[in-house]
């Protein structure tokens, strides 16, 4: 079927609060209702004025006057009143990586980078997993999750690479999503921390919620906390057991390569557990270490934090034994195990 004959289309009601954050220097400076303008065309000036007055605009959780000049960091919410919306996801060929298929489900090998479906109307509505999808199963997805996650069981965050399951029927969506919910699936991740971390084999049990410092972060016993468990196995010490953390020295190679082991699936679980016994994951810009991220970026060539979905094991629709599912480990990833005269 031609790529531009397959898409999703349908009234989708915005409701919740859209939020982003300004990154791009070029664009810091502008006045807040002209620099809307330009992120929700269509809506006048002056209508984007009457909501920011009305505070429904904020800008780091604080209403600012239509003047005001933007700044790099600012994290603006914008609450737009609930209104049907014609949204239109297209296909893509994105050379997906299918690890498997069957008549019900897809499990691919996700590269980082690529967010798993759209945001909302206006964020990431190309170079997703569901525009990838979509081209590869011809337009037919499971439904169950609307027009903005055809098909979308789980996720993965942008940067943590490894493997997806995708619903392609409802059957499939149904089956996966309770073997899901009910724990009847095995999922492990490689990951490599700071630092030496013992016991060799460990336990984290601590609930995860909203950070309430910071809007887009979890924590540990933040705001609405769930229950969250984490196991993980040591695979291997990288760096000099006595080596103190200095730069100078080079020893910020000090890291411990890890198989995790996630039973529930809280958002940025693995990141936010680890973090929190002081092994951050290496490459990660929210929760790990700047020096550490610095010195694998400048050795290794590190851009991303080393999370990738590795292992999973889960009865197939209509099976009656568990198969088990291997994602290819990254070239980015696999370089500084290389480097490091690690194998797996």
């Not at 502008?30 to 505070?55: T, V, Y």
Request: include cysteine; aromatic fraction near 6%.
């Amino acid at each position: 079927m031609p790529e531009d004959k397959v898409s999703r289309e349908a009234n989708y009601i915005i409701s919740a609060p859209i939020e982003f954050t300004i990154k791009s220097p070029e664009v810091a400076g502008e006045r807040l209702d002209k620099h809307l303008a330009k992120q929700f065309p269509g809506h006048s000036r002056r209508f984007l004025q009457d909501l920011i007055d009305n505070q429904k605009i904020l800008v780091n959780g604080k209403k600012k006057s239509p003047s005001y000049k933007t700044k790099v960091g600012d994290s603006i919410s914008v609450d737009l009143p609930d209104r049907p919306v014609k949204l239109k996801i297209e296909a893509q060929d994105l050379n997906l990586n299918v690890v498997y298929e069957d008549p019900n489900i897809l499990v691919i090998n996700k590269p980082a980078g690529m967010v798993c479906h759209p945001a909302d109307r206006y964020r990431h509505l190309t170079g997703t997993v569901v525009n990838a999808v979509l081209h590869h199963c011809e337009g037919q997805l499971s439904g169950i999750n609307g027009v903005l996650r055809p098909g979308i069981v789980h996720r993965l965050d942008r940067d943590t690479s490894g493997l997806l399951i995708v619903g392609k029927t409802d059957i499939g969506h149904r089956h996966m999503s309770k073997v899901i919910k009910n724990r009847w699936i095995e999922k492990y991740y490689l990951t490599l921390v700071s630092g030496h971390l013992k016991p060799k084999k460990g336990t984290i049990e601590a609930p995860i919620g909203r950070d309430p410092k910071h809007r887009f972060k979890k924590a540990v016993g933040g705001i609405e906390s769930k229950d969250a468990l984490t196991h993980y196995e040591v695979l291997e010490y990288l760096g000099d057991e006595t080596a103190k953390k200095s730069p100078d020295s080079g020893t910020f190679a000090k890291a411990t390569l890890l198989k995790v082991r996630i039973i529930t699936g809280r958002t940025h679980q693995i990141r936010v557990h680890l973090s929190s016994i002081g092994h951050p994951v290496i490459g990660d810009n929210m929760y790990g270490n700047d020096d550490v991220n610095e010195y694998f970026k400048g050795k290794y060539g590190l851009e991303r934090q080393f999370l990738h979905a590795w292992r999973l094991k889960f009865r197939i629709p209509g099976e009656e034994k568990d198969t088990e599912f291997i994602g290819e480990i990254p070239a980015d990833l696999q370089k500084v195990l290389d480097d490091s005269g690690v194998e797996v």
